[in-house]
């Protein structure tokens, strides 16, 4: 792995247990009280500390951990990657975020770049602040170029706590409370044409959707549901919306997710490895048709954003992109992918009990458990063992793992060794958790998340109490 | 001399030919290069002083060096963060806020830019309340994401429609008016004290104190958006603190780290954060409250709270806009019918939009910075840094006297 640390790497960072105590009170009182208590009830309430390469240490027990979280795959180029830093420091020697209604070399420098990398004729760019931002970018622009109201997402989406993206959340979870959102979006099982083509008619604007369903617990899309939802998109003029801001650069064994099925979107969105881990970028491409040109040119300040497309960050992106190219950093996802998702998959087998189905593209590779409990459970043990992976909040029963794509095999096999023997504690522990399932309403409260968060975060404090070191 | 550009450019990946010619009519067509303080250049050199601000992101000025240092200590030492961890910069950086902001805003949710906070400001209201609806005024610009967009007020709005709904619009500045529209149905009433778009329209403190008093009334939070008014540009700390009022919900922008970071905030009540602490981790943002902004936004509030810069914006305000009337005064036949606006937020009014984008483009042809107001587009705003001095405050006097000579 080409990475290491930058010479002028700090190693301040460490944090005392009373320090903690107090930077833990802070984030509650002025944070947020709740995702401390949440974390802290799985042993994840760490300080990331020297975040460098594939890892991070725990700034209170100096433990180094392999970060196979990544921000949900925000990480790909590795974190403090040197020559990302240093197109960053450079950047800094005489630039700022520019203005957003000017041009910049850096802001055409890196649309070029993006273009040029782009599958197929997704040529055109807009800039954005986020994920979020920019796939209400995208929607908008759907909206906008067909004239048209209705959205097709799918169900369990992810694309963003947004306006539009909120809306386009296949989930309950997430939109609840926020409720009612956009009408005009409707959900469709993942990967079911069926549904697609049951729906869509000449009043759908866009299909969206991820090429592999990240936070629904990694769903692949199969090649035939995406090439027939290019077909009815073509038949019936409606956009087809790409959201690889998990999968893209490289993240799935190819540098977009779209090249597997060679399906290409009307509109792409991408945002978290933009950033290299270090400043904030996100993208939407799109093919130049005329529907959306006309669009585009009747209205010259659209989707602008103060903070997005921004000089500093365009300089950071265009370095990821070409270091990404530089290395085929999507060969080494296949390759780092494939031994992950085998190992993985060896697990399945010794461990039907634990483990109910292995799923991934490259190295956005997903483990599904027999029960939701195990999820914060496993979160907890692999951290013991110097894996960072959580579960996810509304499907605790699913974790991801999508480490930096720069990953090294010597590094895959600590990580693997580090899963097996989180594997092996969570055998010891099963047996007395499956009794107590076994008890009538004991499973349904273990798999609870408010009761997970009481009970572990009750359990927490009386293994602090009885100083039981883990 | 479009196509011109356009080959000067190259980028046609980024530059649509609708975007150029606005960059054209406006005499912007240029690429900005060097920046620094209240000035940029092109990349010939030509120096312009910068009266855009990104809409007031640099309120300190561009490339402030000290924001520029702590970026580049940071980064050596965090960068982005795992979004869901705890975070000792958020931390910190929540905890600085809470004592720098006024009133008891002591909790943060961060964001990447103004939209998304206040996407997130509106959503909380919702999910504190457990009411829909949003109630804002006339003339309000609030961001591009779709909470945001669905309560600003835009002729382009209805392209991306079906918005949010139970969304209403009451008239701005009419008590009469709020009185009937907020009611124990409302979620939250949503203004910006200063709309700096729609010409300046300040909030009087009868009509800020009035709207607290209705939600407090019904069980309503009150959301400031002081995207383009906070840190001082409008002459004191935060515009509401002169209308002597304390709001549930505040969204600041990306003045937060002063141009060197995208970061933006929505500060609570711990009243009002209540609801997210009973659900962590039900709003989420990547890049929101990345780490190593944090860090450039700490040392910015920390610049805010030394240098006080509302001070120089209330008094170089003040120069200014005095400036700038009696030149309307002086002149034969000003295309510039009136000033309006506090301290460093001032607004132009022309005839037309055409008269907006003409003056726009001769401003620039004398260095001078300036953009059209999205809601109002027949004015220019004038949003300098807060750290301009009295001889730059006379070259943006000067540059407007031979942009409107020029008309």
Redo the contacts between chains.
């Keep these: 792995m080409p990475n290491g640390s930058?010479a002028?790497?700090?190693t301040?960072?460490r944090?005392s247990p009373e320090e903690k105590t107090e930077?833990?009170a802070?984030?509650s009182?002025?944070?947020?009280?709740?995702?401390?208590?949440?974390?802290r009830s799985a042993h994840?309430?760490?300080?990331?500390?020297e975040?460098l390469g594939v890892c991070f240490r725990d700034?209170v027990s100096g433990k180094k951990m392999y970060?196979c979280?990544?921000?949900?795959g925000?990480f790909n180029v590795s974190?403090?990657n040197p020559l990302v830093?240093k197109a960053?420091?450079e950047a800094?020697e005489?630039?700022?975020?520019?203005?957003?209604?000017?041009?910049?070399?850096h802001?055409?420098a890196f649309?070029?770049k993006?273009?040029s990398l782009a599958p197929g004729d997704l040529?055109?760019?807009l800039?954005a602040?986020?994920?979020?931002?920019a796939i209400?970018?995208a929607?908008?622009l759907a909206?906008?170029a067909t004239?048209r109201?209705e959205v097709i997402a799918t169900v369990k989406a992810y694309h963003g706590?947004?306006?539009?993206?909120?809306?386009a959340n296949g989930k309950e979870?997430?939109r609840h409370?926020?409720?009612?959102?956009?009408?005009?979006f409707t959900f469709t099982p993942f990967n079911d044409l069926g549904a697609v083509r049951a729906r869509a008619s000449d009043k759908t604007a866009a299909i969206i959707l991820e090429p592999v369903q990240g936070e629904a617990g990694i769903f692949p899309a199969t090649n035939e549901y995406l090439r027939g939802l290019r077909k009815i998109c073509d038949e019936k003029g409606i956009l087809l919306i790409f959201d690889e801001i998990q999968t893209g650069l490289g993240r799935t064994g190819k540098l977009f997710a779209c090249e597997h099925s060679g399906v290409i979107p009307d509109i792409m969105a991408l945002?978290?490895s933009l950033?290299g881990?270090?400043?904030?970028s996100a993208a939407v491409l799109y093919r130049k048709i005329p529907l959306v040109?006309d669009?585009?040119?009747?209205?010259?300040?659209f989707?602008?954003?103060?903070?997005?497309g921004?000089?500093?960050?365009c300089r950071v992106s265009l370095k990821v992109l070409e270091y990404i190219e530089e290395n085929r950093l999507w060969e080494n996802a296949a390759r780092m992918g494939a031994r992950l998702k085998g190992a993985l998959e060896d697990l399945m087998r010794e461990n039907p009990k634990i483990v109910k189905e292995v799923r991934g593209l490259g190295l956005m590779v997903g483990i599904e458990y027999c029960h939701e409990f195990i999820g914060p459970m496993m979160s907890e043990a692999l951290g013991r063992h110097g894996v960072?992976a959580?579960y996810s909040?509304n499907a605790p029963q699913v974790m991801r793992f999508m480490p930096p794509i720069t990953v090294n095999d010597r590094e895959m096999d600590e990580i693997i060794a580090a899963i097996r023997a989180a594997v092996k504690d969570m055998k010891s522990l099963l047996p007395v958790a499956m009794v107590a399932a076994k008890i009538p309403g004991v499973l349904s409260l273990l798999n609870n998340e408010r009761v997970q968060v009481a009970m572990f975060g009750f359990l927490r404090r009386i293994e602090e109490l009885t100083g039981k070191s883990r | 001399m479009a196509i011109e550009t356009q080959s000067k450019?190259?980028?046609?990946?980024?530059?649509?030919?609708?975007?150029l010619?606005?960059?054209h009519d406006l005499g912007?067509d240029?690429?900005?290069?060097?920046?620094e303080g209240a000035y940029?250049y092109d990349?010939q050199g030509t120096r312009y002083l910068?009266a855009?601000g990104?809409?007031g992101?640099?309120n300190l000025g561009?490339?402030h060096a000290e924001l520029?240092g702590e970026?580049?200590r940071a980064?050596?030492?965090?960068?982005?963060?795992?979004?869901?961890?705890?975070?000792?910069e958020?931390?910190?950086l929540?905890?600085a806020?809470?004592d720098f902001v006024p009133g008891p805003l002591?909790?943060?949710i961060f964001s990447?830019?103004?939209?998304?906070a206040m996407?997130?400001a509106?959503?909380v209201a919702?999910?504190f309340t457990g009411r829909?609806e949003l109630i804002t005024v006339d003339g309000g610009w609030y961001?591009?994401?779709?909470?945001?967009?669905?309560l600003s007020e835009r002729k382009?709005k209805d392209?991306?429609?079906?918005?949010?709904?139970?969304v209403r619009v009451m008239p701005f500045g009419e008590l009469d008016a709020a009185r009937k529209a907020i009611t124990s149905k409302t979620a939250a009433v949503i203004l910006e004290p200063v709309q700096a778009e729609n010409n300046c329209r300040a909030a009087s403190p009868g009509y800020l104190k009035g709207l607290l008093g209705l939600c407090q009334q019904n069980g309503a939070v009150l959301i400031v958006d002081e995207t383009q008014t906070g840190f001082g540009r409008t002459g004191s700390k935060f515009a509401y603190e002169a209308g002597g009022i304390e709001p549930d919900i505040l969204v600041l922008?990306?003045a937060l780290a002063g141009?060197?970071?995208?970061?933006?905030a929505t500060l609570l009540t711990q009243r009002v954060?209540a609801?997210?602490?009973?659900?962590?981790?039900?709003?989420?943002?990547?890049?929101?409250g990345?780490?190593?902004?944090c860090r450039v936004a700490l040392k910015a509030i920390e610049i805010y709270a030394r240098e006080q810069p509302w001070r120089n914006a209330a008094a170089m305000g003040e120069r200014l806009s005095s400036g700038l009337r009696q030149l309307i005064r002086q002149a034969a036949a000003s295309p510039v019918r009136n000033v309006a606006g506090n301290g460093l937020l001032l607004s132009l009014e022309l005839a037309s939009p055409e008269a907006a984008k003409q003056f726009c483009k001769a401003s620039a042809a004398h260095g001078l910075?300036v953009?059209p107001g999205?809601v109002a587009t027949n004015t220019v705003v004038l949003r300098p840094p807060l750290t301009i001095t009295p001889e730059q405050v006379d070259e943006i006097v000067a540059s407007v006297k031979a942009a409107m000579e020029s008309m």
């Design positions: 930058p002028t790497q700090s301040t960072g944090m930077i833990d802070l984030f009182r002025h944070v947020n009280k709740g995702q401390f208590k949440y974390l994840l309430d760490v300080f990331e500390t975040r700034a970060d979280f990544t921000s949900a925000a974190r403090h830093m960053l420091e800094l005489d630039l700022d975020l520019g203005s957003y209604n000017l041009l910049s070399v802001k055409l649309a070029k993006l273009s040529k055109g760019v800039f602040a986020g994920g979020g931002d209400d970018c929607i908008k909206r906008g004239g109201q706590h947004t306006g539009f993206s909120l809306s979870h997430y409370y926020f409720e009612p959102l956009m009408p005009g945002s978290k950033s881990a270090l400043f904030p040109v669009f585009l040119d009747r209205r010259p300040n989707h602008v954003t103060y903070g997005g921004s000089d500093i960050g960072w959580a909040g | 450019f190259g980028g046609a990946e980024l530059v649509t030919q609708g975007r010619e606005r960059l912007h240029f690429l900005e290069a060097k920046r940029i990349e910068d855009h990104a809409a992101v640099f561009r490339r520029a970026l580049k980064l050596r030492e965090t960068d982005i963060g795992n979004f869901p961890m705890i975070s000792l958020k931390a910190h929540a905890k806020l809470a002591e909790c943060s990447v830019v103004r939209g998304e996407d997130a509106c959503k919702r999910g829909p961001g591009q994401t779709g909470f945001a967009l669905s382009d392209s991306y429609a079906p918005l949010i709904p139970d922008g990306e141009g060197m970071f995208p970061i933006a954060n609801f997210m602490n009973a659900h962590p981790l039900i709003h989420l943002s990547t890049f929101g990345a780490d190593v902004g910075l953009v999205e």
